[in-house]
Structure formats: C-alpha cells, structure tokens
C-alpha cells in the first residue's frame, strides 16, 4: 500500500503550499507521487500553476500527478438516492429545490468521498506516495469523528437495522419516509465508512497539522493534536507557517511582530514536543509554481526525508498495571496532551465500547479484547497520559463496574 500523508489545518495557513511542496520532493526523489486535493475550492491548480483533471491523475513533472476531487461527481455516484431524500424532507418544510439540494451536501461528507478516493488510489499499486491536501480543521476534523458518530458502534449499527424495519412497515403510512435506494446507499456508507476509519489507522498513514505563529491558529492546532490522539491517528510532524525572517532592515513595525511570532514559536514546542516541528520563512512572494515549491520544501525538510514516518508514537497503548505484572490486572494509557488540571473527562462503557468525552470532543475505544471482562477502576494522570486500570471481575466489585457512566477530573499527578 502506498504511504498516504495528510496535511490538515485552519483555512489559510500554508496546506495546499506545504502539500505541493512535499509531493514535488518527493517526486524529485524518484517515488511515483500522486498530491490529491479534497478543497471545493480546487487552489492546487493555482499553487503548482498548471490544469488538474478533476477526473484522473494528470502529469505535472517526472513522477509528480495531480487531483482534484470532484466530490459533486462522487455524490451523485455514490449517494444520489441519500442526497434526493435529505433534499426532499427539506423541500417539503418549504425550502426551496435548489437550497434543499445545496443543503443535502453534508460538510463532512464531501471529505469522506474524497478520502475514499485516496483509499482506492493507495490500494491501486500506482502510487509509492499520495499526498492529500485537505480542506480547513473544522471539516476534516468532523469528517474523522463521522464514522462513530454515524456508526456509534455495534449500537449504532443495531439501531439502523431496526429502523429500517421499521420504516418498511410506516411507509404505507407516512409520505416522508426513506425507500429502500436510500437505506442501500446508507447501509454501504455505513460499512465504507468503517473500513475508511480502519485504513486512516494504518501505520503507513500519518497527519502533519499545519499553522501560522499566531494565537487563534495555536488553540485550534492543540484542539484538532487532543482529538486525534483520541481518535488513534499518526500525528508524525507539526508545520509552522509563514515565520517572519529575523532581519535588522525590516524597521520597527515589523519588530513588534517578529516578537510576538517569537512567543508563539516558543509556545508551539511546549505544545508540541515531542512530535517532530518543522518551520517554513515567509517568502517574499507568494510560492507559486513547481520550482518555487520545491525550494520551500527544501528550505523545510533541510536534510530529513518528507516521505518518512517522521515520528511514530502510538496514542494509545495497554500496560501491566504493576511491574510484577499482576495477571489480570492491566492500565489502558491514552496519550491525552493538553488536558487541564480540573479538567472533566467524562467515561461511559458500553459493553465492548469506551466511550471518552472530553470538552465537545468525543472518542469510541473499541475495548482490547483481554479488557471485556474486565471491570474500570482507578486512574491517573502523568505526563500527558490519562491511565485507566482494568481489573479481572473476581466477585468484588471495583467502582465504577462495567456499564456506568463515570466522570473523572483530571489531577495533578
Ligand atoms: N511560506 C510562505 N511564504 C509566502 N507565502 C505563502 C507561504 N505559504 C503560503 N503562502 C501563500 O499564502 C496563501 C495561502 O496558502 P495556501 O493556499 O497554501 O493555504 P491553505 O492552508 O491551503 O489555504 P485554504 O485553507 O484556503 O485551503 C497562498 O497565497 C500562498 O501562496
Ligand atoms: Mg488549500
């Protein structure tokens, strides 16, 4: 399969620069790439300065193709009788069509159709690299949580079967109901989406969050590392944006920013560390076109390899709760940077599943099958790790036992 890296970020800070930038080094080094852009607005046509097919991998340079994901062709392939219904339902409230069908185009489903094609296209042997340039955080973001959030687990999927039941018995009934095209194209999302959330886990995908030395972007950035911690993806670099050059002849107006960037630089490795950062100059005109992409990426990556694992640590991992290794007795660690000292974190379980709310945040663990019978007790949090003990049931019960909901307040270790 091939490596697939994603850069992610707020609106603006450098992604589809940063995206063309690694695919044109990587290209230059020979790997057979493909930079993909899952953007509506289809600015990395505008970056490498050239056309891109928005149907198959067009040629830039020796080894470097590009897309742009139609994601209004990928609808209309793959969710039509989803998108006719949810068009439907709004448009029989008084919407009109048009705004009803605008309305159908779910945010986070456009990324889904468009992670699907970097799916099919790492499965697709074409490629030793793909290179995915997203749209702003928010969306990615959501668009990550979408397969539990839709799914909720086996609960979630229970809870589709029966209402379909139940919907073919309404039907007679109730004109607003879903037909079966509906439930067909549902029912296939359900499962792609399962299988999309299994492959942005494999160890040959990572993310790089992508931001500017600027507050808003800082908070956003230390948010999305949180969440995708929870959500168990690579996080394997950091990508600072747009620094100012330390020069004597930029004047005074420039000094005050130059030293606010300072603390923010300075801000984003105490956040950060120890996943690897790396930090691009502000150039002096806009990078534009393969040449200019390549010297930024050169003056990024210096002499590390932009295709590698740039860091590998799993987020969450099991442990022997005690050094003799206890039998039965194990600690579920959850690298969790950034929670505060009071800050709650809310635990329910549900049979296989944990479920882990933190803030508007929220993370389904699939429990280690060794942990199923095993009840939740104490826990601790050290170093940015939240551990949760799991005990062997043996008759005495350990507070909270399986199946409550529990909210635990972070602590000063
Ligand atoms: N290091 C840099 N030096 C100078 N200009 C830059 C640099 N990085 C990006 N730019 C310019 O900043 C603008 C925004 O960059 P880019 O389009 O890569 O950001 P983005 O994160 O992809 O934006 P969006 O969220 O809109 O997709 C572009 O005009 C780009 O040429
Ligand atoms: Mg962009």
Redesign the pocket.
Known sequence: MARVIIYS???????????AATATMLARAGYRTLVLSS?P?H?LA??VGAPISRDRPTPLAPCLYGLEVDTIYEWRHNLGGFQQFVASTYSSRGIDRSTAAELANQPGLDEILALQRVMSEARSGRWDMIVL?T??TGNTLRLLAYPEMIIGGDAGKKFFRVYRGLANIARPFKRDLPDDRFFDEVGGLLERMDELANFLLSPTISLRL?LNPEKLPLLETRRAYTFLNLYGMLVDAVMV??ILPRRADLGPYFDYWVGLQRGYLEEIEACFTPTPIFR????E????GLPALEA?GRATFGEQDPGALLFDERPIWLEQWNEEGEPGHYELCLRLPFLSEGEPVVLARSGPDLTLTVGRLQRTIALPRILYDCALGAHRYEEGVLRLEFREATGEPLAPLAGSADELRVEAA
Do not use: M, R
């Not at 970020?9 to 995206?19: E, H």
């Not at 005109?285 to 534009?288: D, L, V, W």
């Open positions: 970020g707020k609106g603006g800070t450098g992604k589809t620069t940063i995206s953007d607005a600015s505008d970056a340039d749209a702003p992508v944006n747009k691009t100059v502000l150039q005109g806009e990078p534009i930024i």
